[in-house]
């Protein structure tokens, strides 16, 4: 264990990060540097068919720093971060504000970030704990693009040629599965699983994904002839005979990596905002499966699954860490302007989602 909360001691730190990986994103671009190579091989494997590899030059930089060295935490007070539904799990991470920045533990895996404006730093086992990394990583763009007037949502979407289709959902909600369900389409791509960032931009709705791979859990994978193989035989064989409401419950995340799954060139991170489908369906419901149009003037609520709080890492622009709060679902109807805005309800059934999709030509 070191204690790296001294100024000096992080200094030396980042001293010791010789090795480096350049990553670029929608108007960003990345110095990732390190202690450890290998983690850098990681990143490098993850995140390929995820960046852009046009010449378009990026609007900032970013200096990353990635630290394989776990912290002694003990020597600072912690203050937890509540959450509105609490896991079973117990507390999941706790920060400490302090003069330029935000520390910030990861309580359940020793993880420790420090937030700032400027380089950033994460201490711990990387490789371990490689998806806190690249969620680390993700972060710096998701407050940047924020600082920039995007409003983060929670929503996965697909791309079909520059138009995009968001499904917005609370978690569990099934907006995974109907996306990847939609990428089976020859003319889709991948643009994002969980998180989008969406404003208006003159006359449409411009929309950015994240750079992450759908981390899904077993009823997804089972759903899918195409993912099945993701899950270990021993595995598969059990959730196949478990019942459908059983398998929903149930949280046990499985990587699905959009080149190995779907392809090469099968992900397209930015576009126009052109639909916006809000599940509004259940399990056990006796109606059928249906698609509609809704008035998200008349009706702002219907948003409350796409509303999204930055969450503790998000920093603004004069340094400050604000309450975590989502914006006003008044805000999130204006900057939807000129998008259209469904409704999936009834019984839960993917297949028919995908027939209305197509019907209403939305795929």
Excluded at 91 to 97: F, I, Q, R, T
Aim: hydrophobic share 40%.
């Amino acid at each position: 264990m070191n204690d790296f909360f001294d100024d000096n001691q992080i200094a030396l730190a980042k001293r010791g990060c010789t090795s480096e990986l350049a990553l670029a994103f929608h108007g960003m671009a990345f110095k990732i540097l390190s202690d450890d190579s290998g983690v850098l091989n990681l990143l490098r494997d993850y995140f390929s068919g995820l960046t852009e590899t046009g010449t378009e030059t990026p609007t900032t930089q970013q200096r990353v720093y990635l630290v394989n060295k776990s912290m002694d935490t003990s020597k600072i007070h912690w203050t937890p971060v509540e959450r509105i539904k609490a896991s079973s799990l117990g507390l999941k991470e706790a920060y400490a504000d302090v003069p330029g920045g935000r520390w910030i533990h990861k309580v359940r895996t020793g993880m420790v970030m420090f937030q700032a404006l400027t380089d950033p730093i994460i201490f711990g086992d990387l490789r371990e704990h490689i998806s806190q990394v690249i969620n680390f990583i993700n972060n710096q763009f998701l407050n940047y693009q924020q600082r920039q007037g995007y409003l983060l949502g929670h929503a996965s979407a697909f791309n079909i040629d520059g138009s995009v289709t968001a499904i917005a959902a609370s978690s569990g909600g099934g907006k995974s599965t109907l996306m990847l369900k939609a990428l089976e389409a020859d003319n889709t791509r991948f643009l994002s699983n969980d998180r989008i960032l969406f404003k208006v931009a003159g006359d449409q709705v411009r929309i950015l994904g994240l750079a992450k791979h759908p981390r899904v859990n077993p009823g997804t994978l089972i759903n899918s002839q195409r993912l099945q193989s993701i899950l270990p035989e021993s595995e598969r064989k059990r959730f196949e005979g478990m019942p459908q409401g059983q398998l929903w419950d149930i949280e046990q995340k499985y990587d699905v990596l959009i080149p190995q799954a779907y392809g090469e060139d099968k992900a397209a991170l930015s576009g126009r905002l052109k639909n916006l489908v809000l599940l509004d369906w259940t399990l056990g419901a006796s109606e059928p499966t249906a698609l509609s149009t809704v008035d998200i003037r008349a009706n702002p609520e219907a948003l409350e699954g796409l509303r999204k709080s930055p969450g503790p890492f998000f920093q603004q622009a004069d340094g400050r860490f604000p309450p975590e709060q989502s914006r006003s679902a008044d805000i999130y109807v204006e900057n939807l302007r000129g998008v259209q805005i469904w409704r999936l309800a009834g019984k839960v059934d993917f297949e028919r989602a995908i027939a209305l999709l197509h019907e209403k030509g939305v795929l």
